[in-house]
């Protein structure tokens, strides 16, 4: 007992004495009888917690001895419990009936509370506590009452035999409940569970076949027979420690029931169970050798989304089926969760014998889940995989016969798919992710996150150790680790074949002691190498065995997350065809070398770069290569003539290509990042981490009208022949790409378009400028109208003149130039435009562009102008934003810093808006499941002087916020609440905000910034 307490009630028990010897008489309830108000604490739904209320104390019935029927009249009827009292015979509820439990004093039910099921739903106990302190909190002691057989038939609190419960809600308060064949909160023999709610409070609860929390025992004589279910269950806070003995789940159905509806937003939690599962189904078939009794009972739909959950269960799921029982939905958003079985059955997902159900595992969920022939995550022994699904959130999955992640033993697999979230999966005999021993690995299919995937006899991901096999494995993205010591490291375990792998994408390191890293069926490596369309072997020279990778150049637009290095010094990257050079950063040292991936092998060397003047020398460390120079000069010619004026690089190697100039005009202006116009600017060449560079101005030629230089003898022949002027016609252009839409315009040959992400072209428009009477015509040929843009054709034409159809044997099929399907815009949603004058929207003004990283769909295509970028009504968070602006009338750019989930502000410095993100450049994060939670955006240069920039975004529980402008912050702090959509609006300087209602989407609160 807490010394507080025992303190007090030695003090009373003196008081007392002392008042009896010396004759006086005072009111039993001294304590408490100068009230006039009565508090309590009770759950408020708007803000999901527990508050402070108060009630006349002459609106109370004050509990006295053997009050055994509790009448709840229209609206509730409340009983004050001011005093310790015990109660012998059993109290019934009928009504609405809410029992305050005074600070400090107890109650006991020595044979329970009914709070049974009618036909109306209008018995429900609510019982309310005087404060959230588990040293002064009421208690509450209730046991379940006996029949003639000895057997606890009526539940501590609930149904009574035969009976299950109406509604009970806890919200505070010391309660300690035992229950035996029936539930102890909860149904009674042969009931179902009602609805339970706890929102607070301290609970210990006790039954042995019923559940804990749930169902009673179901005695049923047929097989179909439906009681003895958790009913509809929900957990907001309290701590809770529920046990049950035998057979029933500890949070669920009891013996031969189904854990129907159970929702866990909060609390701290620990749920112990046998033969029944930690929180789902209770036990399904009868453990005893004379008793052939079974029923088809699952672990119902199951919710987590908070609280700290450890529960355990022998053949039972920690969190699923009870033992033969099945998973059913099993969806974990959130909480930190410990699920363990210790013997045949899931930590999560099947009972013994029983399917996995359909499991997702997301958003902010840490998961630890524990099972010996069982999957971790997945199916009890012999069941089956049906869906699992993992897209956010982390997880420790480990099994010593069954997949960490997957089937249990001799199971068979299904579909398990990893889109997001750092997962960890071990398994001994099974494979970290796929198959159970002895079992099939069904199809898995990982799409993104951080997996690392181990196994002794299994592969690390794939099939498992023994005579069986079969299965797919796809992997397409991703960072992935998998190790095995005697199987692969992806594909098969040991002495199995069958498992087909495709790889596609991902940062992949597999590996195995003394089997195959990679295979399918028993491919060797080098097999493997050759099987994967788009694989490519890079020899490293003078590197060690696993070098981390720092950047790729020179092999297209990949990146890191698409190449790892083996044991054999060599990088296997899973990248369409290459030819050219290359070079790789790793170590601090610099790899170059000539690439002909079609051949599928190049050798890269070690360089050393210093610098002298304007000089680069690159000196190589590694035998069989070329040290070479690269020096950087002035043009030779200054003078402007309308072309652009380049410097000059000259390398000393013919093996090695001329490096990449990056020009900066101090005084005048670039042109597709050349000098063009008379100023003053600077040219740059980088190799390694030394730049070079020289400064030099371009003047223009200027004639002297009076006094030319005439030659001394002209030749004028007597009739010369005046050419016509050279016109100046400068050729614009700008596509409509696939997923992107209309792109900038660009002109004179630069590339329109996009390169390496199989983006079709869907739609073109060109225009020239020049002071000649000329003016162009195009024509197009498109698969069936409106789709891939096959083809084009360009002529300059004189001003207005006609144009035959047919030019180079081709024969156009349409007068139109522009087909787009009803409805439709060239820009994405924007309105549709006449197919024979298609108007691009914005077109001759400045325009905000931004593209969002989406939980699940990643990046989103781009939106323009305050259209609603990211998601309604699916809870996925904004993980990644570009912002940039087009078609500006002013200097200057856009910059912006986001919030990141674990990572706080991006921004060295919140306050200096040089060091955020801008321009087009990416802030947040990608394929980490991190939530951006608040962004500031603002604009720079003389954009900032002649326009405003507003910003709103939709957070999770408070939907749209209001408007913010220049750099304030747009989002949430201190709360973990996620940025689900954004709109990105410019005004000129000083004008008016956006409306409220913006884009047919309106702001539920008026603040921008919401701050813990």
């Given at each position: 007992?807490?010394?507080?307490?025992?303190?007090?009630r030695?003090?009373?028990?003196?008081v007392?004495?002392?008042?009896?010897?010396?004759?006086?008489?005072?009111?039993?309830n001294?304590?408490?009888?100068?009230e006039?108000?009565?508090?309590?604490?009770?759950?408020?739904?708007?803000?999901?917690?527990?508050v402070?209320?108060t009630?006349a104390?002459?609106?109370?019935?004050?509990?006295?001895?053997?009050?055994?029927q509790?009448?709840?009249?229209?609206g509730?009827?409340?009983?004050?419990?001011n005093?310790?009292?015990s109660?012998?015979?059993?109290i019934?509820v009928q009504?609405?009936?809410?029992?305050i439990?005074?600070d400090?004093?107890?109650?006991?039910a020595?044979?329970?509370?009914?709070?049974?099921?009618?036909?109306n739903n209008?018995?429900?106990?609510?019982?309310?506590?005087?404060s959230?302190?588990?040293?002064?909190?009421?208690?509450?002691?209730?046991?379940?009452?006996?029949d003639?057989?000895g057997?606890?038939?009526?539940?501590?609190?609930?149904?009574d035999?035969?009976?299950g419960?109406?509604?009970?809600?806890i919200?505070?308060?010391?309660?300690?409940?035992?229950?035996?064949?029936?539930?102890?909160?909860?149904?009674?023999?042969?009931?179902?569970?009602?609805?339970?709610?706890?929102n607070g409070?301290k609970?210990?609860?006790?039954?042995?076949?019923?559940?804990?929390i749930?169902?009673?025992y179901?005695?049923?004589?047929?097989?179909?027979?439906?009681?003895?279910?958790?009913?509809?269950?929900?957990?907001?806070?309290?701590?809770?420690?529920a046990?049950?003995g035998?057979?029933g789940?500890?949070?669920?159905?009891g013996?031969?029931g189904?854990?129907?509806?159970?929702?866990?937003?909060?609390?701290?939690?620990?749920?112990?169970?046998?033969y029944g599962?930690g929180i789902?189904?209770?036990?399904?078939?009868?453990p005893?050798?004379?008793?052939?009794?079974q029923?088809?009972?699952?672990?119902?739909?199951?919710?987590?989304?908070g609280?700290?959950?450890k529960?355990?269960?022998?053949l039972?799921?920690?969190?699923?089926?009870g033992?033969?029982?099945?998973?059913?939905?099993?969806?974990?958003?959130?909480?930190?969760?410990?699920a363990t079985?210790?013997y045949m059955?899931?930590?999560?997902?099947g009972?013994?014998c029983g399917d996995s159900?359909?499991?997702?595992?997301q958003d902010?969920?840490?998961?630890t889940?524990?099972?010996?022939?069982?999957?971790?995550?997945?199916s009890?022994?012999?069941g089956?995989?049906?869906?699992?699904?993992?897209d956010?959130?982390?997880?420790?999955?480990?099994?010593?016969y069954g997949?960490?992640?997957?089937?249990?033993?001799?199971?068979?697999?299904?579909?398990?798919a990893?889109?997001?979230?750092?997962v960890?999966?071990k398994?001994?005999?099974?494979?970290?992710?796929?198959?159970?021993y002895?079992?099939?690995?069904?199809?898995v299919?990982?799409?993104?996150?951080?997996?690392?995937?181990?196994?002794?006899k299994?592969?690390?991901?794939?099939?498992?150790?023994?005579?069986?096999?079969?299965?797919?494995?796809n992997?397409?993205?991703?960072?992935i680790?998998?190790?095995?010591?005697?199987g692969a490291?992806?594909?098969n375990?040991e002495?199995?074949g069958?498992?087909v792998?495709?790889?596609?994408?991902g940062?992949?390191?597999?590996?195995s002691?003394?089997g195959?890293?990679?295979n399918?069926?028993?491919k060797?490596?080098?097999?493997?190498a050759?099987?994967?369309?788009?694989?490519?072997?890079?020899?490293?020279?003078?590197?060690?065995?696993?070098?981390?990778?720092?950047?790729?150049d020179?092999?297209?637009?990949?990146?890191?997350k698409?190449?790892?290095?083996?044991d054999?010094?060599?990088?296997?990257?899973y990248?369409?065809?290459?030819?050219?050079?290359?070079?790789?950063t790793?170590?601090?040292s610099?790899?170059?070398?000539?690439?002909?991936?079609?051949?599928k092998?190049?050798?890269f060397?070690?360089?050393?770069y210093t610098?002298?003047?304007?000089?680069?020398?690159?000196t190589?460390k590694?035998?069989?290569c070329?040290?070479?120079?690269?020096?950087?000069?002035?043009?030779?010619?200054?003078?402007?003539t309308?072309?652009?004026?380049?410097?000059?690089?000259?390398?000393?190697s013919?093996?090695?290509?001329?490096?990449?100039?990056?020009?900066?005009?101090?005084?005048?202006?670039?042109?597709?990042?050349?000098?063009?116009?008379?100023?003053?600017?600077?040219?740059?060449?980088?190799?390694?981490?030394?730049?070079?560079?020289?400064?030099?101005d371009?003047?223009?030629?200027?004639?002297?009208?009076?006094?030319?230089?005439?030659?001394?003898?002209?030749?004028?022949?007597?009739n010369p022949?005046?050419?016509?002027?050279?016109?100046?016609?400068?050729?614009s252009?700008k596509?409509h790409?696939?997923?992107?839409g209309?792109q900038?315009?660009?002109?004179?040959?630069?590339?329109?378009?996009?390169e390496?992400?199989?983006k079709?072209?869907?739609g073109?428009?060109?225009?020239?400028?020049?002071?000649?009477?000329?003016?162009?015509?195009?024509t197009t040929?498109?698969?069936?109208?409106?789709?891939?843009?096959?083809g084009?054709?360009i002529?300059?034409?004189?001003k207005?003149?006609?144009?035959?159809?047919?030019m180079?044997?081709?024969?156009?099929?349409s007068?139109?130039?522009f087909e787009?399907?009803e409805?439709?815009?060239?820009?994405?949603?924007n309105?549709?435009?006449?197919?024979?004058k298609?108007v691009?929207?914005?077109?001759?003004?400045?325009?905000?562009?931004?593209?969002?990283?989406?939980?699940?769909y990643?990046?989103q295509g781009?939106?323009?102008?305050?259209?609603m970028?990211?998601?309604?009504?699916e809870a996925?968070?904004?993980?990644?934003?570009?912002?940039?602006?087009?078609?500006?009338d002013?200097?200057?750019?856009?910059?912006?810093?986001t919030?990141?989930?674990t990572y706080?502000w991006?921004?060295?410095?919140?306050?200096?808006?040089?060091t955020?993100?801008k321009?087009?450049?990416?802030?947040?994060?990608?394929?980490?499941?991190?939530?951006?939670?608040?962004?500031?955006?603002?604009l720079?240069?003389?954009?900032?002087?002649h326009?405003?920039?507003?910003?709103?975004?939709?957070?999770q529980?408070?939907?749209?916020l209001?408007?913010?402008?220049?750099?304030?912050?747009?989002?949430?702090?201190?709360?973990?609440?996620r940025?689900?959509?954004?709109q990105?609006?410019?005004?000129?300087?000083?004008g008016?905000?956006p409306?409220?209602?913006?884009?047919?989407?309106?702001?539920?609160?008026?603040?921008s910034?919401?701050?813990?």
């Amino acid at each position: 007992m807490n010394k507080k307490i025992l303190r007090k009630r030695v003090l009373c028990a003196i008081v007392c004495l002392a008042v009896a010897l010396s004759g006086i008489m005072f009111p039993t309830n001294y304590a408490k009888a100068a009230e006039t108000e009565v508090a309590y604490y009770d759950w408020d739904e708007e803000t999901k917690a527990l508050v402070k209320k108060t009630i006349a104390k002459n609106q109370c019935v004050l509990l006295v001895e053997n009050t055994t029927q509790w009448i709840g009249a229209e609206g509730g009827t409340w009983y004050y419990l001011n005093q310790p009292i015990s109660i012998e015979e059993r109290i019934t509820v009928q009504g609405e009936v809410h029992l305050i439990l005074g600070d400090e004093c107890s109650l006991k039910a020595d044979k329970g509370i009914s709070v049974n099921e009618d036909e109306n739903n209008s018995n429900k106990l609510y019982i309310h506590s005087q404060s959230l302190d588990e040293d002064t909190m009421g208690r509450l002691t209730a046991a379940g009452e006996a029949d003639i057989t000895g057997w606890n038939v009526f539940a501590g609190i609930g149904g009574d035999d035969g009976k299950g419960a109406g509604t009970i809600v806890i919200n505070g308060g010391i309660l300690d409940v035992d229950g035996g064949h029936a539930a102890a909160i909860g149904g009674g023999y042969n009931g179902d569970g009602g609805t339970v709610t706890i929102n607070g409070g301290k609970i210990e609860a006790w039954a042995y076949y019923g559940a804990a929390i749930g169902g009673g025992y179901n005695d049923f004589e047929e097989e179909d027979a439906n009681v003895g279910n958790g009913g509809i269950i929900t957990i907001n806070g309290g701590t809770i420690a529920a046990d049950s003995g035998y057979q029933g789940a500890a949070i669920g159905g009891g013996c031969y029931g189904a854990g129907e509806t159970i929702t866990i937003n909060g609390g701290s939690i620990e749920a112990t169970a046998v033969y029944g599962a930690g929180i789902g189904g209770g036990n399904t078939k009868s453990p005893s050798s004379d008793d052939s009794r079974q029923v088809e009972k699952d672990s119902g739909n199951i919710t987590i989304s908070g609280g700290t959950i450890k529960t355990e269960s022998y053949l039972g799921a920690g969190i699923g089926g009870g033992s033969y029982g099945d998973g059913k939905t099993i969806t974990i958003k959130g909480g930190t969760i410990e699920a363990t079985s210790t013997y045949m059955s899931a930590g999560i997902g099947g009972g013994y014998c029983g399917d996995s159900g359909v499991i997702t595992i997301q958003d902010e969920a840490k998961i630890t889940a524990v099972s010996d022939a069982g999957a971790g995550v997945g199916s009890g022994v012999e069941g089956n995989v049906n869906s699992i699904t993992v897209d956010g959130g982390e997880i420790q999955a480990t099994a010593v016969y069954g997949a960490g992640i997957g089937n249990g033993e001799k199971g068979n697999g299904g579909t398990v798919a990893i889109k997001a979230g750092t997962v960890n999966a071990k398994s001994s005999y099974g494979a970290g992710i796929g198959s159970g021993y002895c079992g099939y690995s069904g199809t898995v299919t990982i799409e993104g996150g951080i997996i690392t995937s181990e196994s002794n006899k299994g592969a690390g991901i794939g099939g498992a150790h023994c005579e069986e096999g079969d299965g797919t494995v796809n992997i397409k993205a991703g960072t992935i680790t998998s190790k095995s010591t005697y199987g692969a490291g992806i594909g098969n375990g040991e002495n199995v074949g069958g498992v087909v792998v495709n790889i596609s994408g991902g940062n992949i390191l597999a590996d195995s002691q003394y089997g195959d890293k990679i295979n399918s069926g028993s491919k060797t490596d080098e097999e493997v190498a050759s099987l994967y369309e788009g694989i490519r072997t890079i020899t490293l020279c003078g590197m060690t065995e696993q070098t981390a990778i720092d950047s790729v150049d020179g092999l297209g637009k990949y990146g890191v997350k698409d190449v790892v290095t083996f044991d054999n010094n060599k990088l296997y990257f899973y990248l369409p065809e290459f030819d050219g050079f290359g070079s790789i950063t790793a170590d601090d040292s610099v790899y170059e070398g000539k690439i002909k991936s079609i051949e599928k092998e190049a050798t890269f060397h070690n360089y050393v770069y210093t610098k002298a003047d304007n000089k680069l020398v690159a000196t190589c460390k590694t035998e069989d290569c070329v040290s070479y120079e690269v020096t950087l000069n002035k043009p030779s010619d200054t003078e402007y003539t309308g072309e652009a004026i380049e410097a000059k690089v000259v390398v000393s190697s013919p093996d090695y290509p001329t490096p990449e100039i990056k020009y900066v005009a101090n005084q005048g202006s670039l042109t597709d990042g050349k000098p063009v116009n008379e100023g003053s600017y600077t040219a740059n060449v980088t190799l390694g981490d030394h730049t070079i560079k020289v400064d030099y101005d371009i003047t223009k030629t200027v004639e002297d009208p009076e006094n030319p230089e005439d030659p001394e003898n002209p030749d004028v022949p007597e009739n010369p022949d005046v050419p016509d002027p050279i016109a100046k016609v400068d050729v614009s252009y700008k596509t409509h790409v696939q997923s992107i839409g209309w792109q900038d315009a660009v002109k004179n040959g630069a590339m329109s378009g996009t390169e390496g992400k199989a983006k079709r072209l869907e739609g073109i428009e060109v225009s020239v400028d020049t002071d000649a009477d000329l003016g162009i015509q195009y024509t197009t040929h498109c698969q069936s109208y409106g789709k891939r843009l096959e083809g084009i054709q360009i002529v300059i034409v004189e001003k207005d003149a006609s144009f035959d159809k047919e030019m180079g044997d081709i024969k156009s099929v349409s007068d139109k130039a522009f087909e787009a399907k009803e409805g439709k815009s060239p820009i994405v949603n924007n309105e549709a435009t006449s197919n024979e004058k298609p108007v691009v929207p914005g077109e001759n003004m400045v325009n905000v562009s931004y593209r969002t990283h989406v939980q699940t769909y990643g990046w989103q295509g781009w939106k323009y102008n305050g259209a609603m970028s990211g998601t309604t009504g699916e809870a996925k968070r904004l993980e990644g934003i570009e912002i940039n602006l087009s078609n500006k009338d002013y200097d200057g750019g856009i910059s912006y810093c986001t919030h990141v989930q674990t990572y706080g502000w991006q921004g060295a410095d919140l306050k200096d808006s040089s060091t955020w993100k801008k321009d087009g450049q990416m802030a947040g994060t990608s394929g980490e499941a991190k939530r951006l939670e608040a962004i500031c955006i603002t604009l720079t240069g003389e954009m900032a002087e002649h326009y405003d920039v507003y910003y709103r975004v939709h957070a999770q529980s408070y939907g749209w916020l209001g408007w913010a402008k220049n750099g304030a912050p747009s989002g949430t702090a201190g709360y973990a609440k996620r940025l689900e959509g954004i709109q990105v609006v410019l005004v000129p300087k000083d004008g008016d905000a956006p409306a409220n209602n913006f884009g047919g989407i309106s702001s539920a609160n008026d603040r921008s910034y919401i701050e813990k």
